[in-house]
């Protein structure tokens, strides 16, 4: 008989194996992707619906909770792909915004925000506001913050974003990673490098 005990109108019920449910997540803690067998579950006292499983992560031992809907309790605490030194506070806040979408697997956010981060370039460069995006494009090529190496990853974000915009389907993993890493390395270039070159 499992153990059973009630808190504020919930019950935690600690689980057998045979009665344990398998998730893969990316951990919260030690932002490892993990593949944890549930040791206890969360249920309404009312109902019984099972609101929550938990589950302690193999690498850090530290316990997380996920919902019915996915959610995973708490959020990550730690940002994939690299800081950035030296951006603009609306880059840097929209880059951290970046990051903790794909964190917490949003990835069709990730892939939108690191497409509008090319227009705050822009902006922050020297174009005007208020423009179609297009026009933002063409003044990062025309002023050669964007050379013919990195055309290609410009043009790969600009149409992957117009689809995610535009059709209703979800990003994938391995699209939004694309985004972010050519992002990163988009800001490292054109923020970070120039900084670093008139250090001492």
Known sequence: MPTVYAIDERIC????????????????YCAIRVSVLSDTRISDATTGAILY????CNK???PVAIGRKGEVIPPMQYLPFESVSHLPESIESL??????????????STVLLARTMLMYIAVDQGASENKPFTTY?????????????????VDKL??????????????????????????????????????MATED
């Open 158 to 195: 600009r149409t992957l974003g117009n689809h995610y915009v535009h059709d209703i389907t979800n990003a994938t993993e391995i699209e939004a990673t694309k985004a972010v890493t050519f992002m990163q390395y988009l800001l490292k270039t054109l923020y970070e490098l120039p900084h």
């Open 13 to 28: 019920e600690k689980l057998k194996i045979r009665d344990s449910i398998e998730k893969t997540f990316c951990c919260p």
């Open 95 to 108: 880059y951290a915004e970046c990051r903790k979408c794909f964190a917490n697997e949003c990835f069709y």
């Open 137 to 153: 494009i063409k003044f990062l090529e025309d002023n050669g913050y964007i050379t013919a190496y990195i055309k290609p990853w």
């Open 60 to 62: 850090c031992h530290m």
């Open 53 to 56: 499983h938990t589950f302690r």
